[in-house]
């Protein structure tokens, strides 16, 4: 069983589009991340929830939207989709809430084109 | 924020032991540094996570000198697929935020 799933894989769509991007873990975890990654590797934190609730929210365009309906699930809303929104994005889950001392386990990424 | 320094490649040989050293002087005191491996395609994995000292598990080893201002992941007798992307990780207690560097891309030889 996949710990940390998220769907779709691939997304290609076009500038101006909105799209989602779904997360669910079965891990039983508290709190949930999504984090992008450029296309020269660097890996940053977007939003952290634990138990639904917001605790990270760096700074990003408010055109992100991470909607949590329970903690298995963390989903990501992109509205008016911009060509450096492309990128690999990672869905990540961990049992702390308290997020020094923890061991977060990743997704398989979701590679989204903007073109 | 604890910025994290660490080279951008190293090259060995089968059966060596790889050692990279990742630099994070501003770390505060309740910060943790953490490990991670990502291969092509695929989400990073947890490789090992330290405070003070020396940390080992089945994997890894994890050197951190009692200033803490820099942090030595040792990967003991590497094979092919050990080649990968490693992050050093330090994850800041205050304001809960994670920081990760810019990932030291290792590339294990026949």
């Known amino acids: 069983d996949t710990a940390v799933s998220q769907t779709p894989k691939y997304l290609v769509t076009q500038m101006g589009n909105d799209k989602s991007i779904k997360c669910e873990q079965n891990?039983?975890?508290?709190?949930m991340y999504w984090y992008k990654q450029d296309s020269k590797k660097f890996l940053k934190i977007m939003f952290s929830?634990?138990?639904?609730?917001?605790?990270i929210n760096e700074t990003v365009p408010n055109r992100f939207s991470p909607k949590s309906p329970d903690k298995a699930h963390l989903n990501l809303h992109i509205n008016s989709l911009e060509l450096g929104d492309s990128a690999v994005y990672f869905c990540a889950s961990s049992q702390e809430g308290a997020i020094m001392n923890t061991e977060a386990f990743f997704g398989q990424g979701t590679r989204l084109t903007v073109v | 924020l604890a910025k994290t320094t660490q080279p951008i490649s190293m090259d060995s040989y089968e059966g060596q032991e790889v050692n990279i050293t990742c630099s994070h002087n501003n770390i505060a005191t309740n910060d943790y540094i953490t490990w991670y491996q990502q291969f092509p395609s695929q989400g990073p994995r947890f490789i090992i996570q330290g405070y003070k000292t020396k940390v080992t598990n089945e994997v890894a080893s994890l050197f951190i000198p009692a200033d803490r201002k820099s942090s030595t992941l040792s990967l003991p007798r590497v094979s092919l697929s050990d080649t990968a992307v490693y992050y050093c990780?330090?994850?800041?207690?205050?304001?809960?935020?994670?920081?990760f560097g810019g990932g030291t891309r290792v590339l294990v030889k026949p």
């Open positions: 990780l330090v994850a800041e207690a205050a304001g809960n935020k994670l920081t």
């Open positions: 929830y634990n138990n639904k609730e917001l605790i």
């Open positions: 891990l039983g975890h508290d709190t």
